[in-house]
């Protein structure tokens, strides 16, 4: 996927299990939805579109309408607002507003090889797009197991939160190769610097 001047691959993160959270992490460290440039590249490889969907029609409001939605899920995934409360049943009614528009429509056709592929009926306005990320949302906030599997990251400053379906629960780190990573090498470094002490 060329993208251009939009966000470098390495900084768009995929990692956390549920495109609602994904959403999330890209406010983390910086914006990643600056530009609609950057904002295609995350709705095509967050997996809401089938790979070659054209957005051309993407405006500057789309990545304003997701930051917004983002805005909303926070409190509601990251359990920053109390239920019962006047923000988190504000962000709750806007999620819920938000899921009521139909994502997507899918249909299978025939690729070049013969095989079936996923294409969208239509190109995707941002309304269905968005409102398939609510749904998740809603789903994700309505199911107990799942909303039991929801950590934040155990990384030093990093405010990611995931959904933990490892074996034992025993997840510590939105990723392993960034945050696991960045906690063995400083692990390393203090039992070094303490050696030398």
């Not at 409360?85 to 429509?105: G, I, K, M, Q, S």
């Not at 294409?119 to 809603?138: H, K, M, S, T």
Request: proline share 9%; hydrophobic share 40%; charged share 25%.
């Amino acid at each position: 996927m060329a993208l251009g001047s939009a966000t470098a691959p390495y900084e768009l993160r995929f990692d956390t299990g549920r495109i609602c959270l994904d959403l999330l992490a890209t406010a983390h460290p910086t914006e990643r939805l600056g530009s609609v440039a950057a904002l295609r590249a995350w709705i095509t490889g967050s997996g809401l579109v089938p790979p070659g969907t054209s957005l051309a029609h993407a405006d500057p409001s789309w990545p304003a309408a997701f930051r917004e939605l983002r805005a909303q899920l926070g409190p509601l995934l990251r359990g920053r607002a109390a239920p019962g409360t006047e923000p988190h049943d504000r962000a709750l009614a806007r999620v819920n507003d938000t899921a009521r528009a139909a994502p997507p429509a899918p249909r299978a056709v025939r690729g070049d090889d013969g095989t079936l592929i996923r294409q969208l009926a239509q190109p995707p306005e941002p309304a269905a797009l968005l409102g398939a990320i609510a749904r998740d949302a809603v789903d994700l906030l309505t199911d107990p197991v799942a909303r039991a599997g929801l950590r934040q990251c155990e990384g030093d400053n990093c405010p990611i939160v995931y959904l933990d379906t490892s074996r034992g629960r025993r997840r510590r780190w939105c990723s392993s190769e960034i945050c696991g990573n960045r906690e063995r090498v400083a692990r390393h470094r203090r039992r070094v610097a303490l050696a030398r002490a």
